[in-house]
């Protein structure tokens, strides 16, 4: 799906969503300080003042003076603005802790069968968008926070750490998992995995990424089932397209590309 193709930045929201409140609150405060001139017939700061004292329940009335005044509302302000920072803090605190930790934990508990993409760059995010498409459930790991919040705000179960830890690797469910993808930056870290999944999880199948050939057969010897190098199948892919042949061709350049590995 498109909507896995590029993450949403993880952050607070806009400022944009609180505009319409915003709007209502700033013509409240318009039509009050008017009916303060036009009815009580107050000059424009008094009425401001007034308005500002009413709604934040702070007497201004009395010979208290204009200063005075001022000082009471801008307390009233900070006061204000402080309990609603904690309050926001704490719901989104809360919520966080629901929706996005507990609950995404209880999901992926349940999960059985799944598939887990570790690594969520280019070849990770683009099986995640088939899998997603296609209604098959999975788990992604990754080490970036940025991409977790993403996904997680979309719904998809992901957890944050490195997928060479083990403990890592039973969040994910990998006792579970029907299918494991080592999408890691380097041939290393992908054999090493291949290697902890398949004592972890011996029936699992792996499907694996190698950046070069010398590392063909070193994933082949750690356990992966399925191993594939993206640069190759570019590359053939690259050269049917400009010499127009036929699909079924590139396939069998990929056969004996794999009985050579």
């Given at each position: 799906?498109?909507?896995?193709?590029?993450?949403?930045?993880?952050?607070?929201?806009?400022?944009?969503?609180?505009?319409?409140?915003?709007?209502?609150?700033?013509l409240?405060?318009?039509?009050?300080?008017a009916?303060f001139?036009?009815?009580?017939?107050?000059?424009?700061g008094?009425?401001?003042?007034?308005?500002?004292?009413?709604?934040?329940?702070?007497?201004?009335?009395?010979?208290?003076?204009?200063?005075?005044?001022i000082?009471h509302?801008l307390l009233?302000?900070?006061?204000?603005?402080?309990?609603?920072?904690?309050?926001?803090?704490?719901?989104?605190?809360?919520?966080?802790?629901?929706?996005?930790?507990?609950?995404?934990?209880?999901?992926?508990a349940?999960?059985?069968?799944?598939?887990?993409?570790?690594g969520?760059?280019?070849?990770?995010?683009?099986?995640?968008?088939?899998?997603?498409?296609?209604?098959?459930?999975?788990?992604?790991?990754?080490v970036?926070?940025?991409?977790?919040?993403?996904?997680?705000?979309?719904?998809?179960?992901?957890?944050?750490?490195?997928?060479l830890?083990?403990?890592?690797?039973?969040?994910?469910?990998?006792?579970?998992?029907?299918?494991?993808?080592a999408?890691?930056?380097?041939?290393?870290?992908?054999?090493?995995?291949?290697?902890?999944?398949?004592?972890?999880?011996?029936?699992?199948?792996?499907?694996?990424?190698?950046?070069?050939?010398?590392?063909?057969?070193?994933?082949?010897?750690?356990?992966?089932?399925?191993?594939?190098?993206p640069?190759?199948?570019?590359?053939?892919?690259?050269?049917?397209?400009?010499?127009?042949l036929?699909?079924s061709?590139v396939?069998?350049?990929?056969?004996?590309?794999?009985?050579?590995?």
């Open positions: 799906m498109a909507a896995h193709a590029e993450f949403r930045s993880a952050g607070k929201p806009s400022w944009k969503r609180y505009a319409p409140f915003l709007l209502v609150l700033a409240v405060y318009l039509a009050s300080i009916n001139m036009q009815v009580e017939r107050k000059p424009l008094d009425a401001f003042l007034e308005t500002a004292c009413t709604s934040l329940y702070v007497d201004c009335s009395g010979s208290a003076t204009m200063s005075t005044k000082i509302v009233g302000l900070t006061t204000m603005a402080v309990l609603v920072f904690l309050v926001s803090e704490g719901v989104e605190y809360f919520v966080k802790l629901e929706f996005g930790g507990g609950r995404m934990a209880r999901k992926i349940s999960m059985k069968n799944h598939m887990i993409i570790c969520y760059g280019t070849l990770g995010r683009t099986i995640g968008n088939v899998l997603e498409d296609k209604k098959v459930p999975y788990v992604v790991i990754d970036d926070k940025r991409v977790c919040d993403s996904l997680t705000e979309q719904g998809v179960p992901c957890i944050e750490g490195d997928a830890d083990v403990s890592i690797l039973h969040k994910a469910g990998v006792r579970n998992a029907k299918r494991i993808v999408a890691l930056n380097s041939d290393s870290a992908n054999v090493f995995l291949t290697l902890t999944v398949r004592d972890l999880a011996p029936s699992a199948e792996i499907a694996t990424r190698a950046y070069t050939e010398d590392a063909v057969s070193k994933l082949h010897r750690a356990g992966a089932d399925v191993i594939v190098m640069d190759v199948i570019g590359g053939m892919e690259m050269a049917r397209e400009i010499l127009n036929k699909e061709f396939q069998k350049l990929l056969s004996v590309q794999r009985k050579r590995s």
